[in-house]
């Protein structure tokens, strides 16, 4: 078998933006390339060992899947709160990685819905997913414009937190004190680190809603005021 030609800059760069995403086949073909090749270049760059499972994946790639290239170490940093998710260490060669198997995940986003934001997960880009992310990604994708359109101000972030930390006032009060969603609130409090959480949805009776009405935000002078 002759020798194969010599890489590109472009193939360099195609290798390694999908090493440890698509499989070693898939990358030698849309190279054009035999796999032994693709994997002695891969040892030249220095790109290590490769997990070649269609069942689980790298967890800093899933994070890169969920919140992009540039925003993955920043997520990091909220993650290491994520209660339970199902990391596991996989040894490939005499390196370890820490994966996570797409069935456990599933199965722990579905739980934990409030804490992901789908609005720039591409779809399906993990495999077929459960029927409940479609309409969690449309939610999603209508908050990150409500973000977008609205960013929370100063004062309202220190008025949050006050508010949470005395205790008396669910998300659905929260919400109506913001004007904003329920869903905005909690991930307004995730992505601030607040580690108290407001006590559960109540039913609404005459009592409460004379008190939750009394209340209005005013945004720029950061208060509470009594109508």
Request: charged residues 35%.
């Amino acid at each position: 078998m002759g020798r194969e030609r010599n890489w590109t800059d472009e193939e360099k760069n195609y290798l390694e933006e999908n090493w440890g995403t698509l499989s070693i086949s898939t990358i030698a073909r849309n190279l054009g390339r035999s796999e032994s090749g693709v994997i002695n270049m891969k040892t030249r760059r220095g790109l290590g060992a490769f997990l070649d499972n269609g069942d689980y994946i790298s967890y800093s790639q899933l994070l890169k899947v969920l919140y992009g290239a540039e925003s993955a170490s920043n997520a990091y940093r909220h993650n290491k709160r994520w209660e339970d998710f199902p990391v596991r260490r996989k040894r490939v060669g005499k390196c370890s990685f820490r994966v996570v198997w797409l069935q456990d995940f599933w199965k722990w986003a579905e739980e934990n819905k409030h804490l992901l934001d789908f609005s720039k997960m591409e779809e399906n880009i993990l495999g077929e997913e459960p029927k409940w992310v479609k309409q969690k990604r449309k939610q999603d994708v209508i908050q990150a414009r409500e973000r977008t359109t609205r960013p929370w101000t100063d004062a309202e972030d220190r008025k949050l937190d006050k508010l949470v930390r005395e205790g008396n006032y669910t998300i659905d009060q929260l919400a109506s004190i913001f004007h904003r969603r329920e869903q905005a609130v909690k991930r307004r409090m995730y992505d601030l680190c607040m580690d108290v959480r407001p006590p559960k949805n109540k039913k609404k009776n005459n009592g409460s809603r004379m008190k939750h009405s009394s209340l209005s935000f005013s945004g720029r002078r950061g208060t509470v005021l009594n109508r």
